[in-house]
Every structure is written in C-alpha cells, then in structure tokens.
C-alpha cells in the first residue's frame, strides 16, 4: 500500500479514499479487535461502505478468516452461518436491529467508532483459511465452502501473469461480499495500484452499473451475464469507450447477445469465465470472438483451465467420456466444506483428488470446454447458486405442506415458480418465507394445484406439473 | 373510462397488474425500497407494461432516471408533450 499511499484505492459512499487513507482505517479497525485472545473466523456484517471493505483489509491482515454475512439475508440463516462457523467475534460498522439476534452470544464490534490507533498492524494468527462463503445447499441448508490462501493465492497468480492491470486501471466492484466474485472486484485492483469503485447499493442494479460504468470512465468490469439480458434492448443507445475489460461469470452467456454487448464496448475484450466457489472464484476462462464459431447450443465456451488446474469430464461410475460431468482438480480446489461431508463431491482418481462441480461439459474441436447444462436441480438466479430443494424445504417448512418449485425463463431471465397446494395464503407464506430465505431464493410466483401428479415409484411428477400448469 | 383516468392513475392500474396486488397504493415518492417484490426483473416487466400502457417507448437515459414512480410521471407528462 505505501508504494500507491497518495492514490486512490476506493471510491465508495461518493467519495474516494486514498491506500494510505484505507490503511490507517484498516489499522483503527484491527486495534478494535480484543488482544485477550486469538479469533480464527470473525464474521463481518457488511454495509456497502468503506468501514465494511477495510474490515475485511484489518481480518484478513490479523490472519483470521473472514465470514461475510448480507445484512438483507433473513437473521436465521445469518446465525446459522454464525454457527456453523463458531463466530466468536463479529464486527459491523453500524448498529443494526438484526446484529444482535445474529451475534447471538459472540461478541460484536461496531467499526464506525473506531478510533484512531498507535501501535502496527501484525498479524495475529496464520489460518489456512482465506474467507468462508455460504452457497445454497441440497441438504436443505446453506452450505460452507472455506477458500484457503493458498487457493487464492493460486487464482491472482493467474490474474498477475496473464493480464497487464495497473495502477491507471479503474474496477468497478458490481457483487455482494457473499458472493465470491467480489474477491476478484475488491482485491484485483488493490493489489496493482488500482481505484475499486463500488457499485451504490440503491436503485436497479443493471442500470447502475451502466451509470457508473460510464461516470466513471471504468476500464475493468466483472458481471453475471444477466445484466446483459436486461440490457439488451438498449444496447443501441450505450456506448463505453474506456472500457478495457468486460468479464463474464456465474451463469451461462449466449453468444449473440455477447455479440451485441460488443457493439457497445468498441475497445474492450470480453473474457467469459467459469468455476463454482468451491474452485474458487473460477478456474476456466474463454476470449470471446464475436466472429467466431458459435456452439451448437448458443453458449459461449467456457474455455480452458487456468495454470495449476486439472480437469476430467465423467459419467456417473466416474469413467472418463467425452461429455458428462466436469469435474477439478488441483491449487484452486478447496481442501473440504465446512462441515466436512465431503462424500458426494469429492473423489480420487489417479492419485488426485477431484471436485464434481454437477455441471456436463465436453470438450469442442478448438480444445475449449462447451457447457450442456445441470447434471441435478441447482440452477442459477441473476446468477446465484440456487438449490431447488434448499427452496422446497423452506416452502414446505414455511407452508407444512407439499411443494415443488422450478426454474422458468422469462423476459430471457430466469425466475423461481413454486406449485404449492390450494388454498395456501400467499401473503402470509411469503412473510414465513422472508424470515428464511433471501430474496433472491423466494420463488417469484406460487400456484396452486389440485392435486402434485405422481410417476410411477409415486414421487411427483415434474414434468407431468409443468404440462399440466403452464 | 380510460379516457377518464389521469396519468397516475393509470400508472397505479399498471403497478397493481404487475406486482398481483389489487390494493396497492403508489405515490410520487415511491421508490422499489417500498415494495417487496420491485427488484430488477420486475423492474423491466413494469417498464414494459407502462410503455404498452400508454403505448410509448422509453429511451436509456430515461428509464436510467427512474428512481421513484414521481420520475417516471414526469417523464410520461414529458412524452405526452404537456410539459
């Protein structure tokens, strides 16, 4: 940091920070946290201001794990997450209703009030774990991934050799702290000198990120392709020459309308990129050639693994075959979940220990991956992870009835349906609900059946719903 | 009876339709903050449904203005050419 002190770091809250700004409120922040004993997780409540980033900064330099938790996200799945992580210790940077039903007997801090402090910041502690993300799980309950530095280590290495980023770069940081891309967003641009320009949490996100885009002059962005599905119907009307890189992840992009956002970024590349938190962040990564081929399905390629990883494609008795499961090995594999029920996902194969990602994929003549789609019922909304039956069980936990909940298309953007039984309040289910999904899990429409059609081993029959009920 | 109807008026109808709420009450003021279901998908189905509503087209620049239901009044008073 002491080699870009004078430049800007962030600019969040509408006005900019300086590295050496960042860092003497990192350093406030790490005096807060109590020297009577060693915290090996401490969870941050995040706000979208600069308290919440340099929180981030001051753990990750005490050498604990962070554990970001939305504060939108309903209290009962943040204490879970609290839980299950042994939280002793959370810091927020200002107090709010839901923190002290979410802090439950752990102490919490609130940053806003930090003063200024003597003394240097040193680290602490040295866990192998980076941060801990919680992704929708088919249990029925979130689930924790714990990436350790050396997997993140391994994924800026790939960033650092491969792209030419510097202190002239400005990123646009468009995600939530809980969604992994924000560790590319936020720490990419710090660790080249670069401004990390935070999205405003207020108004339509697609809109505000075209906004500052372009008041911003950003050269750096990193999306989920469900932006462009908004904005397609005015691409004519944006133009951003300054943009240098446009970055794709976390759900499938189509190759027209990649065609068409590069209409609108005359000088940028656009790079689409793949990988599951449990690969952390991504792992794979395609040039996007608005000439180029395009696939039989539409979907741009997810392209090829970066340095350090190594990837097989199996069928379900884990034989190798052309096109199946993509599954991943190597530095940018996570060591275990949280709660070390590894079974299903993991598995060793020639000495090396593979991660099943559920995605198929094969292999196309250019040598890049191609995407077929789920090989079970996680889909992606606005580009999180979502587990169909994490939903159900809340539906059926919020309603004690049957459900079924589905993944439709509309307006070429993808939205959660749920078939619950007749005569079901829907006001009142969807208040339950919000008390244990976020907003993005609670299925946008709820019908009503008669009766759920069973196939013949008598488990509902989805296909028989959906013929039935639109 | 359409005829009879103002601007916001209308612009309520069209409110109602989208979110499946009969009784919803919207102002000038109204901002997606104040109404659970107004999220960025919804956001562009209601776009879509006043622009059929008054038979319009929206440009960019102003639906990046719509931060309360008053801008989008202003902008349809706009298009109706009474300002």
Redesign the interface.
């Known amino acids: 940091m002491r080699k870009f002190a004078a430049h800007n770091a962030m600019y969040i809250g509408q006005r900019y920070y300086t590295y050496a700004e960042l860092y003497e409120l990192t350093g406030r922040i790490y005096s807060l946290i109590p020297q009577d004993k060693v915290y090996k997780r401490i969870g941050i409540c995040c706000n979208n201001d600069i308290e919440t980033y340099a929180s981030i900064l001051a753990v990750s330099l005490y050498g604990a794990a962070y554990v970001p938790l939305n504060r939108d996200f309903p209290v009962l799945r943040n204490r879970k997450i609290a839980e299950d992580c042994g939280l002793e210790l959370i810091m927020c940077s200002t107090e709010n209703d839901g923190l002290k039903a979410i802090a439950g007997d752990a102490q919490y801090l609130l940053t806003a009030s930090a003063q200024a402090a003597e003394g240097r910041i040193v680290k602490r502690t040295d866990q192998p774990t980076s941060y801990i993300l919680f992704t929708s799980g088919s249990t029925g309950e979130p689930k924790g991934v714990p990436v350790s530095h050396a997997n993140l280590r391994s994924f800026f290495n790939y960033f650092l050799a491969n792209y030419d980023f510097d202190e002239r770069d400005r990123f646009l940081q468009t995600y939530e702290l809980t969604f992994d891309v924000s560790v590319f967003s936020f720490f990419m641009p710090l660790m080249v000198g670069a401004c990390c320009y935070v999205l405003p949490a207020?108004?339509?996100?697609?809109?505000k990120i075209?906004?500052c885009l372009q008041k911003h002059t950003i050269t750096v962005v990193s999306m989920v392709p469900g932006v462009l599905r908004?904005l397609d119907s005015?691409f004519k009307?944006?133009v951003l020459p300054g943009l240098r890189f446009s970055f794709f992840s976390g759900d499938a992009l189509y190759h027209e309308l990649a065609a068409r956002w590069s209409g609108c970024i005359p000088n940028a590349a656009i790079h689409n990129f793949y990988g599951p938190t449990e690969t952390t962040i991504v792992c794979t990564r395609y040039i996007f050639d608005p000439q180029g081929p395009v696939t039989e399905n539409g979907i741009v390629p997810l392209g090829k693994p970066f340095e350090g990883i190594e990837l097989i494609i199996v069928n379900e008795d884990l034989q190798e075959t052309e096109k199946g499961e993509l599954c991943f090995s190597g530095t940018q594999v996570i060591p275990e979940y949280l709660d070390g029920a590894n079974g299903e996902k993991f598995f060793v194969k020639n000495e090396k220990r593979y991660y099943k990602t559920g995605d198929l994929a094969s292999w196309n003549i250019t040598g890049d991956l191609v995407f077929h789609g789920r090989a079970d019922s996680q889909v992606k909304v606005?580009g999180y992870r979502v587990e169909l039956a994490e939903v159900e069980n809340a539906v059926r936990k919020a309603s004690g009835s049957e459900c079924i909940v589905m993944c439709v298309q509309?307006?070429k953007?993808s939205?959660l349906v749920a078939y619950t039984q007749k005569g079901m309040d829907e006001e009142a289910l969807?208040n339950r609900l919000?008390s244990l999904l976020p907003?993005y899990m609670i299925p946008?429409k709820f019908i009503p059946v008669d009766a759920f059609p069973l196939n013949a081993n008598g488990k509902i029959d989805r296909k028989a719903l959906i013929n039935a009920y639109i | 009876m359409r005829e009879h109807m103002d601007t916001s008026e209308r612009l309520q109808q069209v409110f109602r339709k989208v979110f499946q709420k009969d009784d919803l009450l919207v102002s000038a003021s109204t901002t997606a903050k104040d109404i659970r279901m107004w999220d960025s998908l919804t956001h562009l189905e209601l776009i879509a449904a006043v622009e059929e509503e008054f038979n319009i087209k929206f440009s960019f620049s102003e639906v990046m203005q719509f931060n309360a239901v008053g801008d989008m009044l202003v902008a349809l008073s706009r298009k109706s050419g009474e300002i």
């Open positions: 207020e108004g339509i996100k697609p809109l075209v906004e908004y005015y009307e944006i606005n509309e307006n953007l939205r969807r919000a907003e946008h």
